[in-house]
């Protein structure tokens, strides 16, 4: 179907099963190789099809080319309906003559038919926030293994002590039949994060298929009760998404991974709040000291708030603060948000117009730019205020903190971002 026409003649329109192997080949020659399976996977699932892609077309060639995934990302204890654009290529010769732009156009409207309040992606440096996306999340650090552990038993190890042999356990490429137990295990892990997004039941079909990583189950007694991700790099072995049921699955299934890769470096994706973050840090190299962040894009600033009250209304009632009878206002300058403060919680949303002096209101400044990093990131308004002249929490700096503190977050996405 025609979504636009383009200026010379080109048209953007849904792509269609004859273009499979046209995108194919400008994904490979613009990206990775494996990039073509992985679009092969979501078009050709009933979860996404081809709906879930787009391409820009001169004549009958595909010169550009984006596809559109559903996430979920849940903060606290709500969970909010997202996308992801992935898989972006345009051809070098049509470089220039904003095909992207209008792709990305044609996501993001995408995105809000399907109910999505906000957008996260993985992205090249700068580029997406050309598209009203901002650096909010940080990316967990990637450190080398540099205690590793005796070698496990196994096919790929021989007999030998360790924890996996002391157990019985056996570390295998996960299947089908693992489905279940690898979404018990994830979301096991990201259970302590403030915001978390989980692999969505396709997404997980998909990683069996390609080739870009493995995933890992380790059984025990013929129970999955621990798992990984790794991807194999020119470098080392880049071990990502661990999770464990407890210390000696852990212990196991790190040991397990050393001897399925004899004679490779590994290097540890952390993610502190797990068992394996913890059980494994004291084995890992110090974090570099260069920044990575996921973008998030907020396409309306009043949705999202509104999805997000029960969360808000929450925070206030823990904080134990009485601020019934009164607003809060969060203005965003060019706009502002009043909540009401009832003695059910806070009141539904109420958008308005420019508020350029939000402290006069009692309320908190927010560029709009920092709404993303304020909801989702690691500062909190606090933070955010010592890094920022444009935010700052106004005259009830007691309330803002309680309702905007800073949160921990774990990611899962369609491709490792190290």
Same mark, same amino acid.
């Given at each position: ?7 010379? *003649?080109?048209?953007? $329109? ?41 391409? =820009? ?27 992801? =654009? ?23 409207? $995408? ?28 990316? &967990? ?8 552990? *005796? ?20 570390? $295998? ?50 129970? &999955? ?38 004679? /490779? ?49 929450? /925070?206030?009632?823990?904080? *134990? ?43 908190? *400044? ?21 890094? /920022? ?15 905007? &503190? ?13």
């Amino acid at each position: 179907m025609t979504i636009s026409d383009l200026p010379g *003649g080109l048209v953007l $329109r849904t792509a269609r099963a004859a273009d499979l192997d046209q995108i194919g080949a400008l994904l490979v020659d613009r990206g990775e190789e494996g990039d073509d399976v992985d679009h092969r996977l979501v078009v050709q699932d009933d979860d996404a099809g081809w709906e879930s892609c787009a391409v =820009v077309v001169d004549g009958d060639r595909v010169v550009s080319t984006a596809t559109l995934l559903d996430e979920t990302v849940r903060v606290d204890g709500v969970v909010l309906p997202a996308g992801q =654009v992935e898989l972006v290529a345009t051809a070098t010769d049509h470089e220039g003559r904003g095909h992207v732009r209008a792709l990305m156009e044609w996501a993001h409207e $995408r995105s809000r038919a399907r109910g999505h309040v906000l957008q996260v992606m993985i992205g090249i440096p700068y580029f997406y926030r050309l598209f009203g996306y901002e650096y909010a999340i940080d990316i &967990p650090r990637a450190r080398d293994l540099v205690d590793a552990p *005796g070698p496990a038993a196994g096919p790929a190890a021989g007999p030998a002590a360790g924890p996996a042999a002391a157990t019985g356990d056996a570390l $295998r490429p996960a299947t089908r039949a693992d489905l279940p137990h690898l979404a018990r295990l994830q979301d096991a892990a990201q259970a302590p994060y403030d915001v978390a997004a989980p692999h969505p039941e396709p997404r997980r079909r998909w990683l069996l298929d390609h080739g870009g990583s493995t995933t890992w189950v380790l059984d025990r007694d013929g129970s &999955p009760v621990a798992t990984a991700r790794a991807r194999v790099d020119d470098d080392a072995v880049l071990v990502a998404e661990a999770a464990a049921e407890d210390d000696d699955g852990a212990d196991a299934l790190l040991a397990g991974l050393v001897a399925r890769y004899p004679g /490779r470096p590994l290097r540890v994706v952390h993610r502190p709040l797990t068992v394996p973050g913890r059980r494994w840090e004291p084995r890992l190299g110090p974090a570099g000291e260069d920044v990575e962040q996921y973008y998030v894009r907020v396409p309306d600033e009043g949705a999202l708030l509104e999805a997000l009250r029960p969360v808000l209304s929450a /925070r206030l009632a823990a904080s *134990g603060l009485d601020r019934t009878g009164g607003d809060v206002v969060v203005s965003t300058f060019r706009r502002h948000h009043r909540l009401a403060v009832t003695a059910d919680g806070l009141g539904p949303v109420r958008t308005g117009g420019a508020l350029q002096s939000p402290g006069a209101a009692g309320g908190c *400044g927010v560029a709009p730019d920092a709404l993303g990093p304020l909801l989702f990131g690691p500062h909190g308004i606090e933070g955010l205020t010592r890094r /920022r002249p444009d935010v700052y929490p106004g005259p009830d700096s007691e309330l803002m903190t309680a309702l905007f &503190p800073p949160r921990t977050a774990d990611l899962l996405t369609y491709y490792l971002p190290w």
